[in-house]
């Protein structure tokens, strides 16, 4: 059974860098037809999309957050990381690491986040 | 940019009901479309992808519809487990969500 698991500081200093792992353990990070992504949530509101990476390191970001997103994966340990800079309480939110499949069939693919982290709660304050 | 919303944003309903959420898309995505459903405090749930195939492990009164622009998402028989929010996804992107909560 694949997990993953958030890990990282649960308070960052306004105007400096988040940065949060997330660790798949049930299965290796390499294998497979899958991206890893992040995504957050205020507290009350929705989804956020910020980015993902393909093993290959090909990444894509959300073009509201890219000046500000790396996202990166160390296959050795089987994780992926987030870095977020120049943070403000606006970035104050829980943040989820997951896995996305890609689910082929008749040339098509459609992918979806099928596994995902508990999420970790990060507040930006002084 | 592909942007989506959803409609409604709020519904209350009873067990028993049958519930539509409907997810639109700013320009045709064919069938790259999920459903997702988030109970709170946890994280959210695959239930749908590929705008109708349930994902394994999901009961069978949810279904999904739709391609290009409108999608919909439905619960034949709403259960007590159901009361949770929806999102509707197109990679890169969640929509707003629509909170289901008990009349």
């Known amino acids: 059974q694949v997990q993953l698991q958030e890990s990282g500081p649960g308070l960052v200093k306004p105007s400096q860098t988040l940065s949060l792992t997330c660790t798949v353990s049930g299965g290796s990070i390499s294998s497979g037809s899958y991206y890893w992504s992040w995504i957050r949530q205020p507290a009350g509101k929705g989804l956020e999309w910020i980015g993902r990476?393909?093993?290959?390191?090909?990444?894509n970001y959300n073009p509201s957050l890219k000046s500000r997103v790396t996202i990166s994966v160390d296959t050795s340990k089987n994780q992926f990381s987030l870095k977020l800079s120049s943070v403000t309480a606006a970035d104050t939110a829980v943040y989820y690491c997951?896995?996305?499949?890609?689910?082929?069939?008749?040339?098509?693919?459609?992918?979806?986040?099928?596994?995902w982290g508990q999420g970790t709660l990060v507040t930006v304050s002084s | 940019d592909i942007q989506l919303t959803q409609s409604p944003s709020f519904l209350s309903a009873s067990v028993g009901d049958r519930v539509t959420i409907t997810c639109r898309a700013s320009q045709g995505i064919s069938s790259y479309l999920a459903w997702y459903q988030q109970k709170p405090g946890k994280a959210p749930k695959l239930l749908i992808y590929a705008a109708s195939t349930l994902q394994s492990g999901v009961p069978s009164r949810f279904s999904g519809s739709g391609s290009g622009t409108e999608f919909t998402l439905t619960i034949s028989s709403l259960q007590p487990e159901d009361f949770a929010t929806y999102y509707c996804?197109?990679?890169?992107?969640f929509g707003p969500g629509t909170k289901v909560d008990i009349k």
């Open positions: 996804q197109h990679p890169g992107t």
């Open positions: 997951a896995r996305n499949t890609a689910y082929c069939s008749g040339g098509s693919c459609y992918k979806a986040a099928d596994y």
């Open positions: 990476i393909y093993t290959s390191g090909s990444t």
